[in-house]
């Protein structure tokens, strides 16, 4: 366990360097590295963090050794899409007062466990690179000076200072900034009993342990780095987007979603939350005339979800990708009006690469997607007056709606995995050796 209790960085070493050393000079293009990916949760457990965990692993592996490891009931090895999984057993799995759902979550603080498997692990593959996701990171700080990889760390919420990883002060209220008075309340609201506070403390101690550990942040977007305050830590940071395939900019998408409705609608696809702002977006749409088009909502119901949806109002349950991305397809345009700040939402970027104008806020990543007039509409959040005039604004101007369709698609096929990967294995090779140029 004497390894356990080591924190100080270690220097890459003489085989990590020469792995490098093949890169093909002058390109991007890198040669087989061997890279661990970690993560709390992978496929069949879908979200949007173990999606895009999964598609990078994917991806990565067409050119590298992948090995995923991430959380199960059992310590056990085995191959899902392609790619090498290992999974291991937490020891807060036995906790479950610590839970307020059955998914068992990486603590703020190292797992005596998972670090003891993960150092098996890491012992037995080599890898050249370790890509930690979110707090099963926490587990790899003790490993540190033993470890013989860099350390990659993408943040995709606000973890690193906000102990409910929201920025959402009371589950409510866009939070101004962590202070120990505020977050103690929060926390206290957002988890049962003593373990709000608990969690906090255990989390601003994380952080330190974290900025020793890590050799580069990166983060889903310019809000996701400035909330978690990177720009002032100790540690280089870079912002790297989610990505979605290629080949969903360009796809022969069918008709709508089967049942549901014909062409023509406005569509809204995620949780129905206060946080995704459908009560705004209800709002707004009761206000417009009663030649209003449809509007399609596909979500899942949260606590919070509106119990009244106004006429015109098609609800449908969850749908696959492939329905959604037939709804985004034969809508007139999305309406996605985020009241947090949403890191990276994916469906953002899923509508723009069908063509469509997105009506959103400028709250979280989604500024860093849409510009307001040209890939689409930005207004305030929580504002159904604001909103209800920019869906007004788009349904009467068929040129306008083409228009920022177009330039929707275009800005969509930057976040590529094409033109987002090759990015994330430059950092791979200079955590290693250097700048390629």
């Not at 906090?200 to 996701?224: F, H, M, P, T």
């Not at 796809?251 to 995620?270: E, M, N």
């Not at 005339?289 to 509106?306: M, Q, Y």
Request: aromatic content about 6%.
């Amino acid at each position: 366990m004497e390894r356990l209790q080591q924190e100080m960085k270690r220097e890459p070493t003489d085989d990590n360097i020469q792995t490098f050393e093949r890169i093909v000079s002058g390109t991007r293009d890198m040669c087989l590295v061997k890279v661990t990916l970690l993560a709390q949760f992978f496929p069949p457990i879908v979200g949007g963090e173990e999606r895009h965990v999964l598609n990078l692993g994917k991806r990565l592996a067409k050119r590298h050794d992948v090995t995923v490891i991430t959380f199960g009931s059992r310590a056990a090895a085995v191959s899902r899409d392609g790619l090498d999984v290992r999974v291991v057993r937490p020891a807060t799995a036995s906790l479950p007062i610590l839970y307020t759902t059955d998914r068992v979550y990486a603590p703020p603080v190292p797992d005596p466990l998972v670090s003891v498997a993960i150092a098996r692990i890491l012992d037995e593959v080599k890898p050249d690179v370790i890509h930690a996701h979110n707090w099963i990171v926490n587990s790899l700080v003790p490993l540190r000076r033993s470890l013989r990889s860099p350390l990659v760390l993408t943040l995709h919420d606000y973890s690193h200072v906000c102990a409910t990883k929201r920025m959402m002060f009371m589950g409510e209220l866009v939070c101004t900034g962590p202070t120990p008075s505020r977050c103690f309340r929060c926390t206290s609201n957002h988890y049962s009993g003593v373990v709000g506070p608990l969690t906090y403390v255990a989390n601003r101690i994380g952080a330190r342990g974290r900025d020793l550990a890590v050799d580069r942040y990166l983060a889903v977007s310019s809000a996701v780095a400035r909330l978690n305050r990177l720009d002032r830590g100790p540690t280089p940071y870079q912002v790297i987007p989610n990505f979605i395939p290629d080949d969903l900019v360009d796809a022969h998408i069918d008709g709508p979603p089967d049942g549901l409705v014909s062409d023509g609608y406005i569509v809204f696809v995620g949780d129905l939350s206060r946080d995704k702002g459908i009560g705004t977006l209800l709002s707004a749409y009761e206000r417009l005339s009663k030649e209003r088009p449809p509007l399609l909502v596909i979500g899942r119901r949260t606590a919070d979800s509106p119990s009244y949806f106004p006429p015109g109002v098609i609800l449908s349950e969850p749908r696959s990708h492939d329905e959604v991305m037939r709804a985004f397809a034969h809508a007139r345009f999305a309406v996605l009006p985020s009241a947090w700040h949403d890191p990276c939402p994916t469906v953002v970027l899923e509508a723009m690469a069908c063509g469509k104008p997105v009506i959103s806020t400028p709250m979280g990543g989604i500024s860093d997607m849409v510009t307001d007039g040209r890939e689409g509409l930005l207004v305030a959040p929580a504002d159904p007056v604001a909103l209800s005039g920019a869906i007004e604004r788009l349904l009467a101007d068929d040129g306008m709606r083409t228009r920022v369709g177009a330039a929707a698609k275009e800005r969509a096929r930057e976040f590529t995995a094409s033109r987002v990967v090759p990015r994330i294995e430059e950092v791979y090779h200079e955590v290693v050796r250097g700048p390629l140029h």
